[in-house]
Every structure is written in C-alpha cells, then in structure tokens.
C-alpha cells in the first residue's frame, strides 16, 4: 500500500493550458460589449473555412467549407454522425484495441458494435485480408483511429491505403477515421488523413477534434469533415438539439487551427521527454513484450499479462491488476475497457514529476505482484 497519494497516469486530456492565442481569440469574442453571437448549427464560417484550409494542407484537396461541421466536442459529433447514418441493427466494425468512449456512443446511436481484434504480437497489423472477412452485409460503418488511442500505433499511407482498396469494392459501406490525435505524431511522414485518399463512392469520413492535438482541453469543440450533403444533415441534428458551440470556444478554435503548427510543435516539445522516460521505463520492465515504439497519441498500451493474478477470467484479472497498481500508488487505464484485458494505457500526457512518480510505483507494484502470482 502507498501512503503517498495517488499519481494517475489514466486521463486521455493532458495539463497544459490553454494556448495564449486561443484565450486572446476567445476574450475578444467576450469584451466585444455586445451580445454574443448565436452560432450557427453547422459552425461559424470562419472557423469551418480554416478548417478546411487545414485539412487541404494535409493533402485533402478538395474538401470545403460546406464539407465542415463544428460539433460540442469529438464525442458529442461522433454520436451526431453515427445518427445520421446508422439505421437500427446497422454493425459498426471497431479494430480494438480502441478508445473505451466508442462503444456507448455507438450503442446509443442504434449501432451495434462489431470488434475485429488485432494483435500486438504483429505490432496491431491491420491487413486487407483480415478487413475483407470481417465485413459482413450488415456492416455499414469500419471505424478507424489514426494514430490509435490506446495503443499508440500510426497506420502508414501505403497500410491505409490497402485497406480502402477492400473498402471500395463495397461502396455502401463508410469509412470513419477518428483522426483527433493526428497531430501528436513522433514520426517523420505526418498522419495520414483519410481525407487525401481517392474516394470514388463518397465513402470517407473523417472526425477530429480540438482537445488532444491542439490542447483546447476543456472547451468543447470537434468538428466532422464528411461529403456536404452529409454535413447538411448532421447540422440539422445539431440544430435540433441546440447542440451548436458557444462563439468564445469556437473563437479560441478558430485561433488554435491557425496557429497548428506552432501549438503542435509546443506539445510535442513538452511530450518529448515523457514519453523517453516512459518508453525506457517499460523497456526495463522484465516479462513485458517489446514493441516498436508508439508513433503516436501520448499513450503507451503495455501488455502486462504475465503479471495477471489466476482469477475466472482474463477480464477479472485485468481488473485486479489495476485494483493493485491503484493500491500501490498508480492509476492506469484497465486494457479490458479498450477491448484487451491484461494490458493498460499509460498516458505521458503528464507533469514530468508525476510520470517520476508513478513509473518507480508501476515497477514496485507489478514486481509484488509477480511475487503474489
Ligand atoms: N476519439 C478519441 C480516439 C478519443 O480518445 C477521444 C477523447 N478521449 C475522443 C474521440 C473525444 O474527444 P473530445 O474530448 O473532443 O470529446
């Protein structure tokens, strides 16, 4: 038992403040010494045009305003989009690991999820075979992550791209791309977005968002970037649930997309030696297998299995696990949450003096407990 208090390395937003230009951004919306504006459902122009002007940056040249729909947040315009595609009993198609959020959202949207386990034995491949016999006629949505939360693993254009030579030979089914981590990337080739693939059929979709890469935690804003006739329904949605972002946030998002490359750099210098620390921390670490290091994301996804507890299923184990780990100091995400028990999220995404902190108290913990097993 710790007698420290707990350190958590379990949060999937990071501590860092908001970046100044955004905060200027949004208290100029504020001191205007007018009502503020009432946005629109889909979004303020402004915004959605630098939004465009950023995606097209990234290779997606033919994406336009009318393509962008500014949404309270990733969760809240996923769910947005998964209603205004899905029809009851439509299966969604989740490779897990995935980010724990995806199911409910999901579920709530009439879907019902589909996962189509990866391994980490192969470094999570994700082949065209294995997409080919995983589709069923009922599949109407593949739900992609790139880079992936929560196992870190970027997709490389050349792997993405013989992915979607599956996808296109079945033109009613879309493709999702949760690209919300896109810019925290360690690699030299930038994230590819789905969005600067050829797409015959109108399939891509892509969901992205402002509280991870661009460390507008907090604020609520995310935004949809989908065919235009798409974008139109999913603002109706809004617009019927009063679910359009207040001007100050859309303000300070407007701010933080132009000023990317700065603000994403910014992170990245601060995540640098985190995520050294912690990758030469679980390097250490006896019976944990290596994997090449994360690309992306500021999560590490360690497979901790041989330090499981016999317990009645793998579920339960994993569970124990983290109940320990959270006993001696240290709270992690259980892997089962993400689809994978017996492995955990460490997110780096910290003040360096609580990754100090915890990786001693990991290391202790999981050694006990090998002692126990
Ligand atoms: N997608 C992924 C993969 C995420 O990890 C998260 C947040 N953890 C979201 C979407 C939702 O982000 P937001 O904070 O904008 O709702």
């Known amino acids: 038992m710790s007698s420290s208090p707990l350190v958590s390395l379990a949060s999937g937003y990071g501590p860092y403040p908001t970046p100044a230009v955004a905060v200027e951004a ?5 001191r205007s010494n007018r009502a503020l504006p009432v946005s629109a459902a889909e979004g303020q122009p402004e915004l959605r045009a630098a939004l465009a002007s950023h995606y097209r940056q990234w290779g997606a040249t033919h994406v336009t305003p009318e393509h962008v ?5 990733g969760k809240a315009g996923l769910l947005t989009l998964l209603q205004a595609v899905l029809q009851p009993g439509d299966e969604v198609l989740v490779p897990t690991p995935a980010w724990f959020g995806f199911w409910e959202v999901i579920q709530r949207a009439g879907g019902v999820v589909r996962l189509l386990p990866l391994s980490a034995d192969d470094n999570y491949a994700f082949t065209p075979a294995q997409l080919a016999e995983a589709l069923t006629p009922r599949t109407r949505l593949l739900l992609l992550t790139n880079p992936n ?3 870190g693993r970027l997709y490389t254009r050349a792997e993405v791209g013989a992915l979607l030579e599956v996808t296109q030979q079945h033109p009613e089914l879309l493709v999702l791309s949760d690209e919300i981590y896109d810019l925290v990337q ?11 693939f050829p797409d015959p059929h109108a399939q891509h ?6 509280s991870k890469s661009l460390e507008l935690v907090g604020w609520g804003v995310g935004y949809l970037v989908v065919p235009p006739a798409l974008a139109r329904k999913c603002a109706a949605i809004q617009f019927a649930t009063g679910k359009s972002v207040p001007a100050p946030a859309q303000a300070a998002a407007q701010a933080a997309v132009e000023a990317a490359a700065a603000i994403a750099a910014d992170l990245l210098a601060r995540l640098a030696p985190n995520r050294a620390q912690l990758l030469y921390a ?15 994301t500021y999560y590490a996804f360690p497979d901790l299995r041989a330090y499981l507890p016999p317990a009645e299923s793998k579920e339960v184990a994993s569970a124990a696990l983290v109940t320990h780990l959270k006993s001696n100091g240290v709270e992690v995400v259980d892997g089962t949450s993400c689809g994978t028990p017996g492995f955990v ?3 780096y995404a910290v ?14 913990a999981l050694e006990a407990m090998r002692k126990r097993i």
């Open 26 to 30: 949004a208290m100029a919306t504020l």
């Open 351 to 364: 003040e360096p003096a609580v990754l100090t902190e915890a990786l001693p108290r990991l290391r202790t």
């Open 282 to 296: 679980l390097a250490a670490l006896p019976h944990v297998p290596a994997l090449p290091p994360p690309a992306g």
């Open 345 to 347: 999220r460490l997110s």
């Open 149 to 151: 939360n929560p196992t």
């Open 69 to 73: 729909v500014v949404t309270p947040g």
């Open 186 to 196: 360690f690699g030299e080739d930038p994230t590819p977005t789905l969005l600067s």
């Open 205 to 210: 979709l892509v969901l992205n968002g402002f």
